[in-house]
Nanobody
Framework: QVQLVESGGGLVQAGGSLRLSCAAS????????MGWFRQAPGKEREFLAA????????RYADSVKGRFTVSRDNAKNTVYLQMNSLKPEDTAVYYC??????????????WGQGTQVTVSS
């Protein structure tokens, strides 16, 4: 059974930083591209960032480019999202996802349960 478990969310002041983690189990992690998404109340799910199976390719949404960095540690079956210069509009539930194809990450096969990030002004 595949499980993706996000952690690292919380309350932070505007301008602060957080690092989210997503621990994967039940799959061969190094075969999968990984992605990060978020969903704010009343809004659609938004793609943020993705990373290829080996970490050699990354993709970012314009809204987070330069502020967020995706990385992975295949030895730990974990993907990270470093978030800097956080803004109140970054407040959302953050999800990680896994798919065999980086290009298909927006319709990923597996999703985590999410972790709440709240940025206060």
């Amino acid at each position: 059974q595949v499980q993706l478990v996000e952690s690292g969310g919380g309350l932070v002041q505007a301008g602060g930083s957080l690092r989210l983690s997503c621990a994967a189990s039940g799959l061969t992690f190094s075969n999968y591209a990984m992605g990060w998404f978020r969903q704010a109340p009343g809004k659609e799910r938004e793609f943020l960032a993705a990373i290829s199976w080996g970490g050699g390719s990354t993709r970012y949404a314009d809204s987070v480019k330069g502020r967020f960095t995706v990385s992975r540690d295949n030895a730990k079956n974990t993907v990270y999202l470093q978030m800097n210069s956080l803004k109140p509009e970054d407040t959302a539930v953050y999800y990680c996802a896994a798919d065999l194809s980086l290009s298909a990450i927006r319709s990923a096969d597996y999703w985590g349960q999410g972790t709440q990030v709240t940025v206060s002004s």
